[in-house]
């Protein structure tokens, strides 16, 4: 599977370490950047690119990685098709991938150990998209806003 990791100066330290560290596991890594650190430089871009990158490579996952993992998400979401959550401990991580079919997580480097947030990536990547009817429903129904800009009827 091929994994998309970009980070912002704050998340520089664990997408370096994830980069290595999931290659090693054998994941096809792409390293998305920031490719040096810069204590200013800003995370929406390396956000955006990933988010890009993962809608165009269908079957991909992508990871983006700040201090809290919170604009992250929320850039990579901005992204037409990307479906990026906030993965903050093992039932997220797992249920945004199970329920919601994440193909994009977000991580706060400066909220967890680098173990810990390893652990995350890894239950991130390592949980499937359940295809419970119910789950799949509402997923279309996002996606159909995300094309029609339509809100949809509330039921009664």
Request: proline fraction near 2%; aromatic fraction near 6%; hydrophobic fraction near 40%.
């Amino acid at each position: 599977m091929r994994v998309y990791l970009g980070s912002d100066h704050a998340g520089f330290e664990l997408k370096s370490h994830l980069v290595t560290h999931l290659a090693a596991k054998g994941y096809d890594v792409v390293d998305v950047g920031a490719h040096h650190y810069d204590a200013n430089d800003d995370y929406p871009s390396f956000c955006l690119h990933t988010g890009a990158r993962v809608v165009a490579d269908k079957g991909s996952l992508g990871i983006v990685i700040g201090g809290s993992g919170n604009g992250e998400q929320i850039a990579a979401n901005k992204i037409k098709g990307v479906r990026a959550a906030l993965i903050w401990n093992l039932d997220t991580a797992r249920l945004s991938r199970e329920h919601n079919d994440a193909n994009v997580a977000g991580v706060g480097a400066r909220q967890h150990s680098l173990e810990e947030a390893t652990a995350l990536v890894e239950a991130f990547l390592e949980t499937s998209f359940s295809g419970a009817d119910r789950h799949a429903r509402r997923i279309s129904e996002v996606a159909d806003y995300e094309i029609s800009q339509e809100l949809p009827v509330l039921p009664d």
